[in-house]
């Protein structure tokens, strides 16, 4: 089917843009000891989950319980909860997810390490978790090195599986690339690989060191000791990040329609913050550099027009709008059209 | 079921404060001649939306011909889409719609009524409109007066049926009441009810003159001539018009919980711009004024605790987000948890 025909406002993926970004990810990895854990969150569509199995991914990685599960019941049988969860209720949940599939939780707290030790013992299943580490985001883990160490000797105590570590480097993602950057990236590398050995070396086998996104594997990936890389951006890309001067190409927009043209050289689309997140910044127009989003209201998306534009674009034309944040506008859809040439090739389903 | 027993993130309504809303808005209007025409892109609960007309609303309006369609299968009779659709596909299903249901769109350019005219036809089924007119938003619509006339001898020249006009004082829900604000709103009516005189003059029977909002329906509302009012936001409220002094009590929260504690006095929650729109602000912590909404990820809040609550909460411990922008934050979830003193009284779904 022509794009033509599907309704707006929809959310289209360029085929080969991500097939370009899949292909490049996974020849960055192809014949490295560190592998890619492709993060989940970002499009939440288990048929690209598996494309980036087959392409050679170690396994894949999720933020949530409810991501974890989609993936078991998709299939996937080796996965990283990138995150905390708390509460007996979860705890429970995810001991029953372990008997289907490899599921590894982190934990930054003695606190979340009792549920999941009670949630194994009554659901008879080994829970495996990685002590999640801060090296400098600022959000969860605890304090590399001893801290780190106290809490998987508490973790492996209590029976839990401790597979390791991991430390996310959010706060580095969307940083220019430059020298002072990547040494951030690697003394964040660093601190992780020393608190492995430190584990290590109390007898707690260390198979997981996971770090990195698309900002920054290309330095974490690198770094001796690093097992695998989280990087879940880099398939459909943000706007932010190609800004940054990712190799990565955009391959999601949102496809709207102008439905008014006004007096002063405005149109509205059909695409407001229900359709396309505005969390950071307002995205720019696909090969219409004389149009401009301006605001985005609810359902409406603003657009100033320059030039000649203002005379030659019309009522039911239809624009594409860059995605400046796709974690947060995947979550709006429920499908994504997969666009060739102009052409409707396949739609995934986005579940949530 | 206490609310303990659910998973979060969820998203909750406290139903005597929505109830009190509900009785609060349908009392304004219990013997008025403006009647309230509820928006239903606000909460998207059909539920809800039936729980308006019983309380006396005179229909429902909403954003898009989803939404319209939503309501038909939902058995409501008497639709507004306050808003321009582009495109004979469009077009068409509005059509079909309309032998359903009594559907009104707003039109406010010719090249939309000829794809309506078009539709009608081939449909054979009657096309209602109502004449968009900008009263000052800058968004969609014609200018009042003359061109408002000339768009209603076009529909009707066109063959579809006119039932009046509308205009949405979008820029005026949030400012401050005060009299300036107030005049501003009469002046925008003035202009519908002026353009409603000069369209009926013309032999175009003019029975909707629809206008307002949650900030300005008392304005509005009292202003002879003017017949519906769109209020949405009323129901479920954002702290956005509370914090302008609105009559009507928050409602909606999002529940969340603790997951990590750091050692700076900071706690993170499982609830992202995921689960709660930040497109309007970070929102303020339900009960809890020491405690501090000061990043929203795309998964996870982070909260700064201020004095004792840095000993006193803990891991697994729930707080509530009371929620800044209800349409963007509703639009996230698939179900809201109905509340009253702790316990689940009931789950409305959110249709998308």
Redesign the interface.
């Known amino acids: 089917m022509d794009v033509a ?1 599907i ?1 707006t406002p929809a959310l289209l993926v360029d085929l080969d843009a991500m097939e370009f970004n899949l292909r490049e990810m996974a020849d960055f990895f192809a014949h490295k000891p560190c592998k890619l854990r492709p993060h989940f ?1 970002n499009h939440k569509v288990p048929l690209l989950a598996w494309k980036q199995l087959r392409a050679g991914a170690t396994g894949i990685t999720c ?2 319980l409810r991501e974890a599960e989609i993936l078991v019941h998709h299939g996937v049988e080796n996965i990283l909860i990138a ?5 007996d ?2 705890a429970q949940y995810l001991a029953e997810l372990s008997r289907c599939a490899s599921v590894v939780v982190a934990v ?2 003695c ?2 390490i009792k ?1 999941l030790a009670r949630a194994q013992r009554n659901g008879k299943s080994q829970i495996a978790v990685v002590v999640d580490i ?1 090296i400098g985001l ?4 605890v ?1 590399p090195g001893e801290e780190a160490l106290q809490l998987a000797k508490c973790a492996a105590g209590e029976g839990l599986r401790v597979r390791g570590l991991m430390g996310y480097d ?1 706060h580095l993602q969307v940083l220019p690339a430059s020298l002072e950057r990547d040494e951030l990236v690697r003394r964040g590398s660093e601190s992780l690989v020393r608190s492995a050995a430190l584990i290590q070396a109390e007898g707690i086998p260390v198979s997981i060191v996971s770090t990195g996104g698309t900002g920054t594997y290309a330095v974490s990936g690198e770094y001796a000791g690093i097992t695998d890389i989280q990087a879940g951006s880099y398939l459909l890309m943000d706007t932010l990040y190609v800004e940054r001067g990712s190799c990565f190409r955009r391959s999601l927009t949102v496809l709207a ?7 002063d050289g ?1 149109a ?1 689309v ?1 695409c407001g ?2 359709e396309i ?3 950071r910044g307002l995205s720019a127009v696909k090969n219409m550099p004389d149009v401009h989003l301006t605001a ?5 998306g ?1 657009l100033e027009l320059q030039g000649d534009l203002k005379s030659t674009l ?3 034309d239809r624009i594409e709008l860059w995605v400046r944040y796709s ?2 506008t995947v ?2 859809h ?1 499908s994504m059209y997969g666009v060739r040439h102009g052409q409707i090739e396949t739609v995934f389903q986005i579940e ?1």
């Open positions: 025909g309704a969150k933020a949530t995150n905390e969860i708390a509460g209720s979860k930054d707290n606190s979340s549920d801060d600022g959000r969860c883990g304090r959010g329609t102008i439905i008014s043209m006004n007096r405005h509205v059909d913050v229900k997140s505005g969390e985005l209201h609810a359902e409406h603003l019309k009522i039911g974690d947060a979550s709006l429920s949530h």
